[in-house]
């Protein structure tokens, strides 16, 4: 069974730094597949924010994000990361990893990512 568990969430001013991990667990397809980090603030829809295709060699952005995220892997570890730098009081959100078995979904479609982990939470002061 395909488990991801994130950890890094937490509190930074606006303009602060936060990273983000997911420990990939029993995916046979981690070095090959799509894997991405994703948002939802209360109230909103669950958004993407990057993804990373064929173990690093491709990586995808959100506009709102282009800059200052920076996604990536260990593959010896089979961990995605998100560095998140000059962080805004609208990146705060709870922060989920995701991952299918095939190439990135059109548009990075919720729908089309079959595993996800619990979350991590990330909140930013002004």
């Known amino acids: 069974q395909v488990r991801l568990a994130e950890s890094g969430g937490g509190s930074a001013q606006a303009g602060g730094s936060l990273r983000l991990s997911c420990v990939v667990s029993d995916f046979p397809y981690y070095t090959s597949a799509c894997m991405g980090w994703f948002r939802q603030a209360p109230g909103k829809e669950r958004e993407a924010v990057a993804a990373?295709?064929?173990?690093?060699?491709?990586?995808y952005y959100s506009d709102s994000v282009k800059g200052r995220f920076t996604i990536s892997q260990d593959n010896s570890k089979r961990t995605l990361f998100l560095q998140m730098n000059s962080l805004t009081p609208e990146d705060a959100a709870m922060y989920y990893c995701?991952?299918?078995?095939?190439?990135?979904?059109?548009?990075?479609?919720?729908?089309?990512?079959?595993?996800w982990g619990r979350g991590t939470q990330v909140t930013v002061s002004s």
């Open positions: 990373i295709y064929g173990g690093g060699g491709s990586t």
């Open positions: 995701a991952a299918t078995d095939t190439w990135c979904p059109a548009s990075l479609r919720t729908a089309g990512f079959a595993y």
